[in-house]
């Protein structure tokens, strides 16, 4: 399945298929005014005119036929009427290129953007709380869709393309704690060893925290960073956790979605990654070391240091 993306892609795809003489059946992604900011870079939008103009040119080409719509709006949609007017507005298209192109739509992909337990920095309650859980979203879009189930001359496929929603919970980050220090703020700063080059979903993340051992009822607002040369290398700003030491582990979790996708080594290799079942613990990718940093590095010839060039001085 392939879904268009620009007219661009649509011209490719109908060279293509006319040059290995097989017709192709492709989709085309629709963007639409659904939430702020749009995700318009993706695909034909819808009020402009761009989608159905785009179902035309499927449909005038001869090595083209059109097998469904897809718009993903964004990631981490917790409002559920996003979704609701989502699919009422692919099925509008779908309607209009079924009706005046002929279309016959296989499919109708809603995508991806299923909201996580994580918490946003914006939220005041816990995601948990605040996320909808996978029927409400179900029903949601299942309700619109059925509704309009006669309006198709064969009732469509219906795509999900789920992504942090079903990983994000997959994942915990163990980290240790390096130091402990008092910062002109008043607040307790935590130094640990993972940063945001482990973490980039700090930056809109409230992650749950939680320490490694049985802890009193004391417990303090503090300031997690991670071991990076800067300051924006902040894990949580304002954190209640029990009293804490150097030596502490710190777990961070429901860390699988865009972490250690989006992770780098900026000053430390990145750590060994485990996979926990039950009681067994096994390793599926070990710490990388800074000889894998170099691995891939061509140093020229001439900027060696003269007792590490190949070639022997004559
Ligand atoms: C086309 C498409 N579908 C699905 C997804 C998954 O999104 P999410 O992880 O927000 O569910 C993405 C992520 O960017 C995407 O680009």
């Known amino acids: 399945m392939v879904n268009l993306d620009s007219f661009d892609e649509l011209e490719l795809a109908g060279a293509v298929a006319k040059e290995i003489g097989r017709p192709a059946q492709v989709g085309i992604r629709v963007n639409m005014r659904l939430n702020y900011p749009a995700w318009d870079k993706f695909g034909f939008n819808l009020e402009e005119g761009q989608a159905l103009e785009a179902c035309r040119r499927i449909a005038a080409n001869p090595f083209l036929s059109l097998a469904g719509l897809h718009c993903h709006a964004g990631t981490y949609i917790i409002d559920l009427s996003i979704y609701r007017k989502l699919i009422e507005n692919l099925i509008g298209l779908a309607v209009k290129a079924q009706g005046t192109l002929g279309a016959e739509l296989r499919y109708l992909d809603v995508g991806g953007g299923y909201g996580s337990l994580n918490t946003l920095h914006t ?56 130091s402990v220090k008092n910062q002109s703020s008043g607040r307790k700063g935590i130094i640990i060893d993972a940063g945001v080059n482990l973490l980039p979903t700090a930056f809109y993340y409230k992650h749950d925290l939680a320490t490694d051992r049985e802890v009193s009822n004391v417990s303090e607002q503090v300031d997690i960073y991670g071991p990076l040369c800067m300051q924006i290398d902040l894990i949580r700003k304002g954190a209640t956790i029990p009293y804490t030491q150097a030596g502490d582990v710190i777990t961070i979790r429901n860390v699988g979605a865009y972490n250690f996708s989006q992770s780098m080594q900026f000053i430390q290799p990145r750590p060994a990654v485990v996979l926990i079942d039950g009681a067994q613990v096994q390793e599926v990718r070990r710490a990388e070391t800074y000889d894998d940093l170099k691995r891939l590095e061509i140093v020229p010839e001439r900027l060696r240091s003269p007792w590490n060039r190949k070639e022997k001085a004559s």
Do not use: W
């Open 123 to 178: 939220q005041l309650m816990p995601g948990e709380t605040t996320c909808p859980t996978p029927d409400q979203y179900a029903a949601t879009i299942c309700e619109v869709l059925n509704s309009r189930i006669t309006d198709f001359k064969n009732p469509p496929l219906l795509l999900l393309e789920p992504g942090r929603s079903v990983v994000d919970e997959c994942m915990v980050l163990l980290s240790t704690v390096v």
